[in-house]
């Protein structure tokens, strides 16, 4: 029988998800970014003080509120609803009705199990229903979603879910290659593997329309 820790790290060492929507409390912005910032930057100091770290040295000294920092004003900022990317669509004019695919969007996440990077790429696609978006607003997306603890499964879900409602169809697709640094960095430490995910909405659940966009993403654009 295992204890309730030991069934945590088994949790977290499997890479299980437990929530489709990020575990967020309802708290969770009552304070700041400037009060988190110097609450985290105490904690990011206890724990080198703690490590054996001598924070009187040059190299050190500043490492607490950089840490602090980066994670309240970058790879954590997508948990601020404020940085939601503004989805602004416009009328398909021109009457494009195939699938419109963007490719190759670089991917930087963290690891909601040990905090460790995910780095990969997102390809998204959909289906204009009358409504288009402009390309960069689907990287901002991306990165949005991305820049919060994660896992995989759960960010490919919220990417296709957030275009789906901006568009206004349910014919959106997103495709994640990812490695994961807990997998290549510690545990197991296999460098070559990466975890691919998929969510598929409305006509991309048609077994055609997917390898058509599967083929698309598999194309060398390497100008």
Known sequence: MTTNDE???AIGDDHIATNATN???????ELSD?????????????????????????SLKGTPNRVAKMFVKEIFGGLNPNKKPNGSTFENNYKYGEMLVEKNITLY?????HLLPIIGRAHV????????????KMNRIVDYYAKRPQVQERLTMQIVQELQRALGTEDVACV??????????????????????????????????RREFLQFIQLDTNF
């Open 125 to 136: 696609a959909y289906i204009s229903n009358g409504k288009v978006i402009g390309l960069s």
């Open 7 to 9: 069934s945590f790290d």
């Open 34 to 58: 400037e009060q988190k910032i110097e609450a985290i930057k105490k904690d990011v100091h206890n724990i080198l003080q703690t490590l054996g770290m001598d924070l009187t040295d040059d």
């Open 23 to 29: 575990p967020i409390r309802k708290d969770a912005f």
């Open 176 to 209: 994640i290659d990812a490695k994961h640094l807990c997998v290549n960095s510690r545990g197991i430490r296999d460098i070559e593997s990466s975890t691919v995910t998929a969510e598929y909405g409305g006509a991309f659940k048609n077994e055609q329309k």
């Open 109 to 113: 996440s963290t690891c909601e199990h």
